[in-house]
């Protein structure tokens, strides 16, 4: 069946250091790809996503660009803040599936100033 | 948009009790799904609505589980004789169909624990 491999937790970056989340992904289909994040106490938000091939979703200085040839779709952002500490959670979505979510299992970011 | 409204927040009961949960969906969206997450893991899937249509249920949705949208707004989620590993984050989410290019948007969860 689908599924979505991360790069194992906790990251721990200095405040304006380069971040790479690393996700790959196995899919019978041409499924959809997203990022989540989670802070805190919080529920999952949306972060960006990406429809098709070469693709490239990005929000609040994050990018990912969905790339079919190796199947990967990994989480970069230049400067890193505090503030985004949290865990991100890969996710596809398979139009064959009825749109249910796949989940990597979240990789821990934790930022210090 | 008041975003998705999970009740309760929090739910401690004991082993073999029933629990209920409710999930209110963004009004105007017609899917709605239900996940499971455990401490350390990603969430995992249990079932999904079309409208108040139940069109898919995970293998982890044992016979003491069971779902409803009677309406097709909010959704319930019942647990029956609660066991220890019943203990999770239970997540509502919905998006608007075909769901799968549609971002589905979650609530905070409902933290369920088992004495």
């Known amino acids: 069946g689908d599924s979505v491999t991360q790069m194992e937790g906790p990251v721990t970056l200095s405040e304006e250091a380069f971040l790479t989340i690393n996700c790959t992904y196995t899919a019978t289909g041409y499924p959809s790809l997203f990022w989540y994040v989670q802070y805190p106490g919080e529920g999952l938000q949306l972060l960006l996503k990406?429809?098709?091939?070469?693709d490239k979703g990005s929000n609040k200085g994050f990018e990912a660009t969905y790339r079919k040839e190796t199947t990967s779709f990994h989480l970069e952002k230049g400067s890193v803040q505090v503030s985004d500490s949290a865990v991100y959670f890969c996710?596809?979505?398979?139009?064959?599936?009825?749109?249910?979510?796949?989940f990597g299992q979240g990789t821990e970011l934790s930022v210090k100033p | 948009d008041t975003g998705v409204s999970q009740d309760p927040r929090h739910k401690i009961t004991k082993r073999g009790q029933n629990v209920t949960f409710r999930c209110d969906p963004i009004s105007e969206h017609n899917r709605l799904y239900w996940y499971r997450q455990t401490l350390g893991q990603g969430p995992e899937f249990l079932t999904y609505f079309q409208n108040e249509a139940q069109l898919e249920k995970s293998r982890l949705l044992s016979d003491r589980f069971s779902a409803e949208r009677p309406k097709g707004s909010f959704s319930t989620l019942e647990i029956q004789r609660t066991e220890q590993g019943d203990s999770a984050m239970y997540l509502c989410?919905?998006?608007?169909?075909?769901?799968?290019?549609?971002?589905?948007?979650f609530g905070d969860g409902t933290r369920l624990s088992i004495l």
């Open positions: 990406a429809t098709k091939a070469d």
């Open positions: 996710a596809l979505s398979d139009s064959d599936q009825g749109g249910k979510l796949i």
């Open positions: 989410a919905s998006s608007l169909a075909p769901g799968d290019n549609q971002p589905q948007h």
